[in-house]
């Protein structure tokens, strides 16, 4: 999947700004308009990288950078804090409180973007790679194709999002909540059964005959992609389902 930015900016004209240029780079964007909202968003679900504005409703961006940086889950997150605010003593407090970078506004957009790409390449480097890999499969981002011990495995749209899902977080279990969100979006309602339904999918355009299933179902918790695994055959009476 593409890199999720959360954007927390209540000047509407730039939120609307802020998602056309980001999205048009491929990324997934949220648009949060108050500060003391995203305090708790932030809680429920984080962003690969966060763009945070220095006066927001409700909680200001200084103080929600603080509570983030005091978090273990957020504490390196990546912050990149927009302010109107260029003065020498106030680019040092953002930084000082938590902040990765920080933007004087009006600024360039084209220079904002570069600088959202350059701090995920390194902070989340699987996020912009065009080729993951994970065991014996490939997947190619920019062709859309995936390759299990060098076989080509045909996916629909939907198995390739959740493809690229599990091979970014390999080792990681995921509940079905968390596969919705990252695969189909918070926007769109989908019963958490319709997960169980392109996992069955997925497994079976991936596995075949006696392979060893890559794809772990973890009772009570959801599915995760097992770290090492290879083509090896699995004993006849312990196949993975």
């Given at each position: 999947m593409s890199a999720h930015i959360a954007v927390?900016?209540?000047?509407?004209?730039?939120?609307?700004?802020?998602?056309?240029?980001?999205?048009?780079?491929?990324?997934?964007?949220?648009v949060i308009p108050r500060g003391d909202e995203a305090d708790l968003r932030l809680k429920e679900q984080l962003p690969d990288l966060l763009i945070l504005d220095w006066m927001l409703p409700g909680l200001s961006g200084v103080e929600l950078c603080r509570r983030l940086r005091q978090r273990e889950e957020s504490e390196r997150l990546p912050i990149i804090m927009?302010?109107?605010?260029?003065?020498?003593?106030?680019?040092?407090?953002?930084?000082?409180?938590?902040a990765d970078d920080y933007v004087v506004k009006p600024f360039s957009t084209p220079e904002l973007i570069a600088r959202v790409r350059a701090m995920l390449r390194r902070a989340k480097p699987e996020k912009i790679a065009t080729?993951?890999?994970?065991?014996?499969?490939?997947l190619d981002r920019e062709t859309h194709r995936v390759r299990r011990a060098g076989r080509e495995i045909k996916l629909g749209p939907t198995e390739?999002?959740?493809?690229?899902?599990?091979?970014?977080?390999?080792?990681?279990?995921?509940?079905?909540?968390?596969?919705l969100d990252g695969v189909w979006g918070r926007d769109i309602y989908v019963d958490e059964r319709t997960v169980d339904v392109h996992v069955g999918r997925l497994r079976k355009a991936i596995n075949r005959g006696?392979?060893?299933?890559?794809?772990?179902?973890?009772?009570?918790?959801?599915?995760?992609?097992?770290?090492?695994?290879?083509?090896?055959?699995?004993?006849?009476d312990k196949q993975l389902s």
């Amino acid at each position: 999947m593409s890199a999720h930015i959360a954007v927390v900016e209540d000047e509407e004209a730039l939120g609307v700004l802020l998602r056309y240029n980001l999205e048009a780079e491929g990324y997934s964007v949220d648009v949060i308009p108050r500060g003391d909202e995203a305090d708790l968003r932030l809680k429920e679900q984080l962003p690969d990288l966060l763009i945070l504005d220095w006066m927001l409703p409700g909680l200001s961006g200084v103080e929600l950078c603080r509570r983030l940086r005091q978090r273990e889950e957020s504490e390196r997150l990546p912050i990149i804090m927009l302010t109107a605010r260029g003065e020498e003593s106030e680019r040092v407090r953002g930084l000082l409180v938590g902040a990765d970078d920080y933007v004087v506004k009006p600024f360039s957009t084209p220079e904002l973007i570069a600088r959202v790409r350059a701090m995920l390449r390194r902070a989340k480097p699987e996020k912009i790679a065009t080729h993951l890999s994970a065991g014996d499969i490939d997947l190619d981002r920019e062709t859309h194709r995936v390759r299990r011990a060098g076989r080509e495995i045909k996916l629909g749209p939907t198995e390739f999002r959740l493809m690229e899902f599990f091979m970014q977080s390999p080792g990681r279990v995921f509940s079905r909540e968390q596969l919705l969100d990252g695969v189909w979006g918070r926007d769109i309602y989908v019963d958490e059964r319709t997960v169980d339904v392109h996992v069955g999918r997925l497994r079976k355009a991936i596995n075949r005959g006696r392979q060893r299933d890559p794809i772990r179902t973890v009772r009570g918790a959801g599915y995760a992609l097992d770290e090492n695994f290879s083509s090896a055959k699995a004993p006849k009476d312990k196949q993975l389902s």
